[in-house]
C-alpha cells in the first residue's frame, strides 16, 4: 500500500510540472517580419497618441467610435490626412476610458509616399522590394478584392502585422500596421 501511494504521489508531482509549466519566454511564436521594422514615419505599436502628436502635431481631423468587432473598445482616429491615418484604441466605459495622449496605438497606415519603413519601404515601389528584404508570403484579398501580402509577429495572446497592399502590377499602393489582441 506505501508503494501505491508513493507511486501516486510521484505521478500526480510529474503531471503538476507538466501541467503547470508555462513557456520558457513570451516571446513571438512566429515571426514574419523583425520587431525594429514594425514602424511606419517612426510610429511603432508600442506608442502613444500623445507620443504621436508630439512627433506630427495636432491632426486635421479626430474621430470617436465604438469598435465594431469589439463593444468593450472605443476607437480614436488621427486622421493626418485622407492618406495618413493613426488609431488608438481605449476602453469603451468611461471610468475604463484612458486620457488621449496616454492611448496606446493600434494601427497605422499610410497611403503615400510620405513615410517610409525603417528599411526604406515607401507606397509607390515594387512589392519585389519587400519581398528581397522579408522574403514573400502568400497573396491575400481584402472584401474589395485587393490585394496584399502581410507579415508579422505572432503571439499566443494576439498579433502585430505589417500589409503591403498592391496593385495589378506589384507597386505598393497602401502600408498598414495593426495590433490584434485577443
Not at 31 to 47: K, N, R, V
Not at 65 to 82: A, C, G, H, K, T
Amino acid at each position: 500500500m506505501k508503494k501505491i501511494l508513493m507511486l501516486c504521489c510521484i505521478v500526480l508531482f510529474l503531471i503538476q510540472t507538466v501541467c503547470f509549466a508555462g513557456p520558457k519566454s513570451s516571446g513571438p511564436v512566429k515571426q514574419t517580419i523583425p520587431e525594429e521594422e514594425m514602424y511606419i514615419g517612426g510610429i511603432g505599436l508600442h506608442a502613444t497618441l500623445g507620443y504621436v502628436k508630439s512627433i506630427y502635431g495636432e491632426p486635421a481631423e479626430k474621430k470617436g467610435e465604438n469598435d465594431q468587432y469589439n463593444l468593450l473598445n472605443y476607437n480614436i482616429f488621427f486622421n493626418y490626412s485622407p492618406n495618413f491615418i493613426v488609431y488608438g484604441v481605449t476602453g469603451r466605459r468611461q471610468k475604463n476610458r484612458k486620457e488621449e495622449d496616454d492611448v496606446r496605438v493600434w494601427g497605422v497606415v499610410i497611403k503615400d509616399n510620405s513615410l517610409t519603413t525603417p528599411s526604406g519601404i515607401a507606397v509607390g515601389m515594387p512589392y519585389k522590394a519587400v519581398v528581397d528584404l522579408f522574403g514573400e508570403t502568400p497573396e491575400k484579398r481584402t472584401a474589395k478584392g485587393g490585394v496584399y501580402h502581410e507579415y508579422g509577429i505572432y503571439y499566443q495572446g494576439g498579433e502585430s502585422t505589417m500589409s503591403f497592399h498592391v496593385d495589378e502590377v506589384g507597386i505598393i499602393t497602401m502600408i498598414s500596421l495593426h495590433s490584434f489582441a485577443q
